[in-house]
Protein backbone atom coordinates (compact mmCIF):
# COMPACT_ATOMS: atom_id res chain seq x y z
CA UNK A 1 0.00 0.00 0.00
CA UNK A 2 1.30 3.69 -0.56
CA UNK A 3 0.65 6.84 1.11
CA UNK A 4 0.89 10.54 0.56
CA UNK A 5 2.11 11.20 4.13
CA UNK A 6 5.37 13.05 3.53
CA UNK A 7 3.75 15.48 1.50
CA UNK A 8 0.90 16.05 3.38
CA UNK A 9 3.07 15.99 6.84
CA UNK A 10 5.44 18.82 4.76
CA UNK A 11 2.68 20.93 3.90
CA UNK A 12 1.55 21.59 7.21
CA UNK A 13 4.97 22.17 8.26
CA UNK A 14 5.45 19.17 10.53
CA UNK A 15 8.53 17.59 11.21
CA UNK A 16 8.55 13.52 11.21
CA UNK A 17 9.33 13.86 15.21
CA UNK A 18 6.12 16.37 15.50
CA UNK A 19 3.51 13.97 13.54
CA UNK A 20 5.28 10.91 15.83
CA UNK A 21 4.69 12.99 18.93
CA UNK A 22 0.72 14.32 17.77
CA UNK A 23 0.07 10.35 16.81
CA UNK A 24 1.71 8.77 20.03
CA UNK A 25 4.28 6.44 17.89
CA UNK A 26 8.14 6.43 17.36
CA UNK A 27 9.58 9.14 14.66
CA UNK A 28 10.82 5.06 13.20
CA UNK A 29 7.24 4.20 12.52
CA UNK A 30 6.46 7.56 10.31
CA UNK A 31 9.45 7.13 8.49
CA UNK A 32 8.44 3.49 7.86
CA UNK A 33 5.31 4.17 6.96
CA UNK A 34 6.57 7.46 4.32
CA UNK A 35 8.75 4.94 2.87
CA UNK A 36 6.29 2.02 2.34
CA UNK A 37 7.97 -0.16 4.86
CA UNK A 38 5.16 -0.13 6.84
CA UNK A 39 1.33 -0.14 6.62
CA UNK A 40 -0.67 1.04 9.69
CA UNK A 41 -3.45 -0.35 11.71
CA UNK A 42 -6.39 1.14 10.67
CA UNK A 43 -6.81 3.12 13.98
CA UNK A 44 -3.49 4.80 13.45
CA UNK A 45 -4.55 4.99 9.94
CA UNK A 46 -7.36 7.05 10.84
CA UNK A 47 -5.73 8.81 13.31
CA UNK A 48 -3.30 9.92 9.95
CA UNK A 49 -6.42 10.79 8.61
CA UNK A 50 -7.89 12.86 11.01
CA UNK A 51 -4.56 14.82 11.74
CA UNK A 52 -3.51 15.56 8.34
CA UNK A 53 -7.50 16.50 7.35
CA UNK A 54 -7.66 14.02 4.50
CA UNK A 55 -9.74 10.95 4.13
CA UNK A 56 -8.18 7.89 5.03
CA UNK A 57 -8.59 6.93 1.28
CA UNK A 58 -7.10 9.96 -0.05
CA UNK A 59 -3.79 9.46 2.08
CA UNK A 60 -3.55 5.45 1.65
CA UNK A 61 -4.44 3.78 -1.68
CA UNK A 62 -3.17 0.68 -3.65
CA UNK A 63 -0.63 0.68 -6.24
CA UNK A 64 -1.89 0.46 -9.78
Not at 20 to 41: H, W
Amino acid sequence: MKNCIKELRRARGLRQEDLAGLLGVSRQTIVAMENNKYDPTLELAMKVARLLGRPVEVIFFLEA
